[in-house]
């Protein structure tokens, strides 16, 4: 199956810094969506961005399907951005299946 | 306000009992996804429904059960085979097979524990 590797594992950043996080992907995919998970567990979709680059306030992203990489952009950070970042991807086989990669913890101090 | 409901919140359950975690939405979506998240981990994908009366097996499905017979609700069964449930549940919702590849929304989770 498609294994998904993100980088770096752990982040710590000062408010105000930005960021780059990536996403690697083994295999070809039609679906590709980054997440925010809070420090209470609540996931929130950030993108769904199989190809292209969407930007949406302070964060962005940015996907190479022919490269097999997302990237992820948060500027300006703020501690409220403070929590882990999943990519997930899907197949071509359109279930609608979603990898999730491990996560990047990412700590935003003031 | 459209979105997805798991309940309860906090679980709690006796060796060798069922439990049964809901999920709920009304956002009209077709297609329910139940994962499972341990510590520090990624969600792992224990079954799926792209459409009532129909759900297929994820990477992890040995010792749960699900059923979907209406579109609002895919209940998660938390068997007595499953010899570690202690985790972070997430039902998420999505378009459907007629548009597979659309943003998954989540609900806000479940926490399952072994008394």
């Known amino acids: 199956g498609i294994q998904v590797e993100q980088s770096p594992p752990d982040l710590i950043l000062q408010e105000g810094a930005n960021s780059t996080l990536r996403c690697n992907f083994s295999d070809s995919v039609n679906n590709l969506q980054w997440f925010h998970q809070n420090p209470w567990g609540q996931l929130i979709n950030l993108f769904y961005?199989?190809?292209g680059t969407k930007q949406n306030g302070r964060l962005s992203a940015t996907t190479v399907a022919t490269e097999r990489y997302s990237l992820l952009y948060i500027s300006s950070s703020q501690t409220t951005d403070s929590g882990v970042y999943f990519c997930a991807v899907g197949a071509a086989s359109n279930t609608g299946k979603l990898i999730f990669g491990q996560g990047t913890t990412l700590q935003v101090k003031p | 306000d459209g979105g997805i409901t798991q309940s309860p919140k906090y679980l709690f359950r006796k060796e060798g009992q069922n439990v049964t975690l809901s999920c709920e939405q009304n956002l009209n979506h077709d297609a329910m996804y139940w994962y499972r998240q341990d510590p520090g981990q990624g969600l792992r994908l224990i079954y799926y429904?792209?459409?009532?009366?129909?759900?297929q097996k994820g990477d992890i499905a040995e010792g749960y059960s699900v059923s979907r017979e209406k579109k609002e609700s895919f209940p998660l069964t938390v068997t007595s085979a499953q010899k570690n449930p202690t985790a972070f549940y997430l039902c998420?919702?999505?378009?459907?097979?007629?548009?597979?590849?659309?943003?998954?929304?989540f609900g806000d989770g479940t926490r399952l524990s072994i008394l």
């Open positions: 961005i199989p190809s």
């Open positions: 429904s792209q459409i009532v009366n129909d759900f």
């Open positions: 998420a919702s999505s378009s459907g097979p007629l548009k597979p590849n659309q943003p998954q929304h």
